[in-house]
């Protein structure tokens, strides 16, 4: 099928070929190529509170659809003539070659899209040599992940994603185990401090967490589960709860989604207090700078601050001596009528001007996307949402293959548009349209 030898430079030939290889046969590829049917099938199999809660966004979902407009608004504009025939994808990220500037972005509670979700997705990466941020709220703890992940290749790259809880001991605890399970960054998320305004949840009374999903990175801690045993020797005299059909199925949720046995966990208390402690705990609205300071006496990791939307932010990031920022507007999951990621970034990268890394993610989906963002001065870009589809519809194959498809049109983009690395990418390669 193919006039070319499958090299790691030719990564958009050799995806296309693989898929029209399986053509031939009759097999169409296991996930969409593009992202609206991509879309559209997940949403099929996934229950209605998967639904909601990956797809969902923040009051009328204006956000979302900024991040797609702000996108939108740059035209790539090709360049002919050039000798494309050798591209390079590599990209460097706290001392670390990658084949490709793309990330796995931290999905909370992905169970609800498939069984082993993180385990999964871990896989995927690896598959791909690709860094997973592993969630805060994952359903799998991190070093079970980072075990997986060691298991396809070696080594493989991994960052954390850390929620600042109201107890400093859980957060130096969860810190230690990022580094133990040899994270490469960790990701401080700042726009979560409270959850945002969401319909889709709200509509349907869904928690995850309430039920015990998405928690497994606290009840795997030895700080939170001392916390938990606190609260349950100190709890007396407890009001009586109602009981209902619901109350009933949240508490067999919260048992099978807690460590330990499904019927000791019907009836002991703790895996219903830890479920309390973690709405209690998991996040800090009093979070700010002075703490981001202290971070580096904290840990020896590379910190990244996920969640900076402002060029004076960026410019104080800097000042307090952190390593990378991701432009985030967090899948505009958290603010209803905030700004565009890519429109935020345009005013950031010129202020933080090479001094630090910086990634951007919310509403990118094709490897377009990951193109505009490199050209207006990400160094690399964050997939979300649609790696969740992928592995909603096929498993650790649909979130690879996703990710990888997305990687392929980054390839066949860059050396249709003229150019051959993507460190090379410019603003010059884009034309701004109203």
């Known amino acids: ?49 998967a639904w909601a809660y990956i797809a969902g966004g923040a ?99 991994r960052w954390f994603q850390l929620y600042w809880s109201t107890d400093d001991d859980l957060v130096d605890s969860l810190l230690g ?10 990701a401080v998320t700042l726009d979560t401090t409270m959850l945002g305004w969401r319909p889709q949840d709200l509509n349907i009374g869904s928690l995850p967490f309430a039920r015990g999903e998405g928690i497994d990175q606290y009840t795997s801690d030895r700080r939170f589960r001392e916390i938990v045993a606190e ?60 703490d981001i300071a202290g971070l580096r006496e904290r840990t020896s990791l590379p910190i990244v601050l996920k969640g900076v939307l402002h060029p004076d932010d960026a410019r104080q990031a800097i000042d307090v001596g952190v390593d990378g920022i991701i432009v985030s507007n967090h899948g505009g999951r958290q603010v209803d009528g905030a700004i565009g990621s890519i429109d935020a970034l345009v005013a950031i990268a010129p202020v933080v001007d090479g001094r630090i890394k910086v990634l951007v993610d919310s509403g990118i989906h094709t490897g377009a996307d990951v193109f505009k963002a490199l050209a207006l001065g990400a160094d690399a870009a964050c997939i979300g949402r649609p790696h969740m589809y992928g592995l909603a519809l096929a498993g650790a194959d649909g979130a690879r293959d996703v990710v990888a498809n997305i990687i392929a049109e980054l390839d066949l983009t860059l050396g249709l548009s003229g150019h051959t690395s993507v460190t090379d990418v410019t603003r010059e390669a884009l034309q701004q349209i109203s």
């Open 177 to 186: 185990r990022a580094e133990r399970m040899r994270a490469d960054a960790v």
């Open 59 to 157: 009051g009328e979902g204006s956000t979302m659809a900024s991040n797609r407009a702000a996108l939108d608004r740059w035209a790539i504009v090709p360049r002919v003539l050039r000798d494309v025939s050798s591209r390079s994808l590599e990209t460097e990220l706290f001392g670390r070659t990658l084949p490709a500037p793309v990330l796995f972005s931290p999905v909370g509670a992905g169970a609800l899209a498939a069984r082993d979700a993180d385990m999964h997705i871990g896989h995927a990466a690896a598959e791909l040599g690709v860094p997973y941020i592993f969630s805060n709220q994952g359903c799998a703890p991190m070093e079970q992940v980072a075990a997986e992940m060691d298991r396809v290749r070696p080594g493989a790259p």
């Open 1 to 49: 099928m193919s006039d070319e030898t499958a090299t790691p430079t030719s990564a958009g030939r050799t995806r296309q070929n693989e898929i029209y290889t399986e053509g031939i046969h009759g097999r169409g590829p296991r996930v969409p190529t593009d992202h609206a049917e991509l879309e559209r099938r997940a949403r099929r199999v996934m229950s209605k509170r």
């Open 231 to 290: 609260r349950v020797k100190a709890a007396v005299a407890a009001e009586r709860p109602e009981i209902s059909l619901g109350a009933i199925k949240t508490l067999v949720s919260i048992a099978r989604n807690s460590p330990g046995g499904l019927l000791k966990n019907l009836t002991a208390p703790e895996p219903r207090v830890a479920v309390q402690t973690f709405l209690d705990i998991y996040s800090r609205p009093s979070l700010n700078w002075d």
